[in-house]
Each structure stands twice: as structure tokens, then as C-alpha cells.
């Protein structure tokens, strides 16, 4: 009996820790004033106002979108392009796990992190552009199996890929609350996530491409091959490295003190690394570009406006980035490689605008353009998404710990000691 | 279904939507799907043992390797 209330009362006094120690970290750490804390918050509370009036009054409040144009930015931005760029997570997690490149392990959890959460903002954005949201659990619960569609492919790889990096990410998580054992069973499962989440995006990222597809005569026959589901798969590779290496440069002014002094010396040899890994990728990615331009007897629009659109993309923010990366590598010049980056990354940007939203319908008298309030949003759910992946690096072991390791975390356990 | 005495374009319908069933357009792609579902696995944890294997002394790593095979 006695046994009991004191176990009862040491539980109690566990949970009170645990509870003190999570308001302790919602806190915020650093300065509240920022200017980017201003602005950034602006834009999500604007986002949040617009929100509600979407939900109020449906989509066409504040969207241009229509029957000939449903799918927009929203679409064509936040999912599209936001999870090609979320696909440096399983490049990583395959060069480190699977290839053993220990070389690139200090960065694997900051990676993942930000793949997790790009898929969780951006791919969530889903939700705001589905006319009826309640209905996205449909594909998961069976009450459409549509198994000859490819969007029931994504919804499931999107919905498994998101767990599959929860797993991933989770041993940061237990560190962070100072649970060992569960650390250790979640290690154990790394492997397991790794392999599944490497299968789940090579078949989700090649299946946005599938998608289009179906818009054979809808896409721009610059943009449109049968190839599209292979070409969206080898640009995610670049893409993702390319969002690797632009966000370690902020992250590593930004979180100078997260850092550590290990990852800091070693991090201009990863960027250089991963130069010559998304500029070989892109080489690979131009000849399959050629072979399909070709195959596709595609010179006849060159002429066309679109023809000088589509050099833009290929020469201009594909072949001049590549050569950008390996000269970058070859030199190790990381500021070259950093610029290789942000043309790489624009010139995604722009690909996947190019099938999803520009070249779509590109021959229609009246063409789909976002309005302000579509801008609006997709900005705010980029701030939340930096707020929250702020927010985590800041108190988790995402920098430099993960290959620091014996150092204890920062979760003080103190008090649950004393309590226990 | 529409029937007219004139030809379709005049009218402004669209004639270029094809005879293609919607689902032939992604049936190769979808095909693929549980071939890769099934063969990259083991291929990927294949490839990660015969690494393991071949090094000589495992590196400190971030994964327990309890309980991986």
C-alpha cells in the first residue's frame, strides 16, 4: 500500500519535472525583436487572416484558381518544388548509412530535420489547397483505393516517407528529453528507416513527375516527356544537395554556438563533397535532358518564346551551375560552390513551375496567375517552417552533437534524478 | 455527348483530347512501383553490409548495430 503512493507520488513528481523542463524550453532562447522575428511574424499572421477566410469561404476568395486551373502555386511551389528540395535527406541518409561516408554523418541529422519538416509544412500546405482537406484521409483509410492512380501513391509514400524521417530524426528527439533507452531502440531502427525511406522518395519523388504525365497535352511539349517521372527523380538529387548546402551556410552563421568546433573545421569538406556529388548529378541529369530533347524532336519551339524560356532553364541554371560546382570543387572554393547552389536551386524552382504551373495550359487565351493572398500564404508557411526548424536546432542535438557524441545532451537531468 | 452539322473547332471544342484512357498515360510508371518496392531494399541493405564487411574496423557511428540485419 505504502509502496504504491510512493510510487504514485514519484510518478507524479516525474511528470511534474517533465512538464517544468517542457516550459522551460518553449521559452524563447536569443532576442524576441528581430527584424526578421518582425517580419516573418507579420507575414504569418497576415497568412493566418487569409487562412481563415479561405476555410470561411472557400478557395476562390482569395485564390485565382478555377475549374481550368486547379492546381496553382500552391501546388506547383509548396509541394512540388518544396519536396524536391527536401530530397537531400535521402541522398544523405544513403551516402551515410548505406555507403558509410562517415565524411558527411555531421550533417545527416540537420538534413534530415529539414526534410522532415519540409515535407510537413509543404506537403501540409496540401491541406489549404484541397477543397474538401477532411476527405485527404481517404487514399489512407481505404475508402478509395485508387490503386491505378498515381496520387494515391504520393498521398501514401508522403504520409509513410513523413514517419519514415520522424524515425530517423527520432534519437535527436530522445537525447533532447534524456531518455536513453528509448534512444537505443530508436537507433536501432535507423537502418530500417533509412532503406524504406530511400525506396519511399525514389518512387515519390519520380511519382510527382508521373503525375503530369496524365497532361500530355497540357504540358508544354518542351516540359513534357514520358521521361518526366526519371528527370524530376536525378534533379531532386541536385536540388536537395543543392537546399543541403544553402542551408548550412545560414545555419552556420545563424547558430554559430550550435555548431560545435568539430563540424565548423570539417564543414567547407563536406560543401566541397557535395559540389562534386550535385555536379556530376546534373551532368547525368543534362545528357538525359538532351536525350529526351532529341527524342522528342523538340528544336521546332526553339524558336518559339518558350523555346528561350526553356535554354534559360537548361544552359543558364543547370549547365552553368554544374560547371560552376565541379569548378568549385576542383578549387575548393566554397563561396563558388554557394553560388552554384542558388542558381541550382532557382533553376529547380523553375523546372518544376515550368511542367506544374507556366507551361501548363501554355497554348489558353486566359492563363492562371497567383494572386497576392496565394504569395501571401505560401510565405508564411515557409516563416512557420523556419520558426519551427529554428526553434528545434536550437534546443536539440541536430548540430554537431550527432558526431560529437559522447558529450551528454543538453536536457539537464537533474531534477528527474533528484526526483526519481 | 455532342453532335453538330459543323466541324468541332468551329465551335471552340477542344478535338486534340485523344483516345488514350487516363490510367494507360501512368500504367509503365505504376508497374514499376512494386518492382522497386520490392528490389531496392535488399539491395540497399546488401550494398550497406558488403560495406560493413569490407571495412576493416566499424567507425563509431550514429546507428547501434544491434538489431540492423
Known sequence: ?420 | MYLASVPFEQIGLRTNVGTTAYPVYTKEFLYAVPVVLTLLPPLLVAMSRARRETEPADRDGEHDEKGEA
Not at chain 1, 516525474?14 to 536569443?30: D, H, I, M, Q, T
Not at chain 1, 505560401?378 to 517552417?385: K, S
Open chain 1, 1 to 420: 500500500m505504502k509502496g504504491a503512493i510512493e510510487r504514485r507520488a514519484g510518478l507524479l513528481a516525474e511528470v511534474r519535472s517533465f512538464a517544468a523542463f517542457l516550459a522551460r524550453e518553449a521559452r524563447p532562447k536569443g532576442r524576441v525583436w528581430t527584424p526578421f522575428n518582425v517580419v516573418s511574424g507579420l507575414v504569418m499572421l497576415v497568412g493566418a487572416v487569409l487562412l481563415v477566410i479561405r476555410f470561411a469561404k472557400g478557395l476562390g476568395s482569395i485564390t485565382n484558381l478555377s475549374q481550368d486551373y486547379p492546381w496553382g502555386l500552391w501546388i506547383g511551389f509548396d509541394v512540388i518544388t518544396g519536396v524536391a528540395f527536401a530530397g537531400g535527406a535521402y541522398v544523405l541518409t544513403f551516402m551515410v548509412y548505406i555507403l558509410g561516408q562517415e565524411k558527411y554523418h555531421p550533417i545527416v541529422r540537420v538534413t534530415v530535420l529539414n526534410g522532415f519538416l519540409a515535407y510537413l509544412f509543404y506537403a501540409g500546405a496540401l491541406l489549404l489547397d484541397l477543397g474538401r482537406p477532411w476527405n485527404v484521409v481517404n487514399p489512407i483509410i481505404g475508402n478509395a483505393f485508387g490503386t491505378s492512380s498515381v496520387l494515391f501513391l504520393v498521398a501514401w509514400h508522403f504520409l509513410l516517407y513523413m514517419l519514415a524521417e520522424l524515425v530517423e530524426f527520432s534519437p535527436a528527439l530522445a537525447e533532447w528529453l534524456g531518455w536513453e533507452r528509448v534512444r537505443r531502440i530508436l537507433g536501432a531502427m535507423t537502418l530500417g528507416a533509412v532503406v524504406f525511406g530511400i525506396t519511399l522518395s525514389t518512387l515519390h519523388q519520380s511519382g510527382l513527375g508521373a503525375l503530369y504525365l496524365m497532361a500530355r497535352d497540357k504540358v508544354h511539349p518542351l516540359w513534357y516527356s514520358e521521361f518526366i517521372p526519371i528527370l524530376f527523380l536525378v534533379s531532386s538529387v541536385f536540388a536537395g544537395l543543392s537546399m543541403v548546402i544553402f542551408e548550412g551556410s545560414i545555419t552556420h552563421r545563424v547558430f554559430q554556438h550550435r555548431v560545435g568546433r568539430k563540424l565548423a573545421a570539417s564543414h567547407d569538406g563536406i560543401v566541397v563533397g557535395l559540389a562534386r556529388i550535385a555536379g556530376a548529378s546534373m551532368v547525368v541529369y543534362l545528357v538525359l535532358q538532351l536525350l529526351v530533347f532529341a527524342h522528342g524532336q523538340r528544336w521546332v519551339y526553339l524558336g518559339t518564346g518558350m523555346g528561350a524560356w526553356y535554354l534559360l532553364e537548361m544552359v543558364g541554371l543547370v549547365l552553368v551551375p554544374a560547371v560552376l560546382f565541379l569548378r568549385g570543387y576542383r578549387r575548393g572554393d566554397v563561396r563558388l560552390i554557394r553560388a552554384a547552389a542558388l542558381l541550382t536551386m532557382l533553376g529547380i524552382v523553375m523546372n518544376r513551375l515550368n511542367v506544374s504551373v507556366i507551361g501548363f495550359k501554355w497554348y489558353a487565351a486566359e492563363r492562371y496567375i497567383p494572386s497576392w493572398m496565394e504569395i501571401e500564404v505560401t510565405l508564411a508557411v515557409i516563416a512557420a517552417e523556419i520558426w519551427v526548424f529554428r526553434w528545434i536546432v536550437s534546443r536539440m542535438p541536430v548540430l554537431g552533437a550527432a558526431f560529437e557524441r559522447p558529450r551528454v545532451v543538453q536536457a539537464e537531468p537533474q531534477p528527474r534524478v533528484a526526483a526519481a
